[in-house]
């Protein structure tokens, strides 16, 4: 035999399980709809509105290209030896000195005047003593602007 109260806890499900499958079964033929659960709104976060960043401004460079000079720098007084380069050692009795400068400077090769061509160019031949020769080139202009360039030749006959 079972005991009371485990049997009235079976009855009970025994009860329920027929109650189940009679209604399976073919009780109310009419389905009962279930209340589905209403969507609950949630907000969407929506970030706020920036405004870019600035840009920073930077200086505009000058333009690249060669510069424009100014007439008077255009004609600012310079003075190039082109040969013989200094220290040169030479075995002959006399050498070339050329160069170039501004088209209107007076130039001198060892106190001596020498002529400057339309394109700035001179040249002048300096006789040599065996040993090293000091040349001494000047040019100046009108304004009283001088440039000068001091090479040592050596003559090893």
Not at 95 to 110: I, P, Y
Request: glycine letters at 8%.
């Amino acid at each position: 035999m079972t005991s009371r109260p485990y049997r009235a806890a079976l009855i009970g499900v025994v009860a329920a399980v027929a109650l189940a499958a009679a209604g399976c079964a073919g009780g109310d033929p009419t389905p009962t709809p279930t209340a589905a659960p209403a969507p609950t709104p949630t907000a969407t976060p929506v970030p706020a509105a920036t405004a870019p960043p600035a840009p920073t401004p930077t200086p505009t460079p000058p333009p690249a290209g060669p510069a424009t000079l100014t007439p008077e720098e255009a004609e600012r007084l310079f003075l190039q030896i082109t040969q013989p380069e200094d220290e040169s050692i030479v075995s002959t009795g006399a050498v070339a000195v050329q160069g170039s400068t501004t088209v209107d400077a007076v130039v001198s090769v060892n106190g001596a005047v020498v002529e400057v061509d339309a394109q700035g160019a001179f040249e002048a031949i300096v006789a040599l003593e065996e040993g090293p020769n000091l040349i001494e080139v000047v040019a100046s202009d009108l304004t009283g602007a001088q440039e000068s360039v001091d090479i040592v030749v050596v003559y090893l006959p």
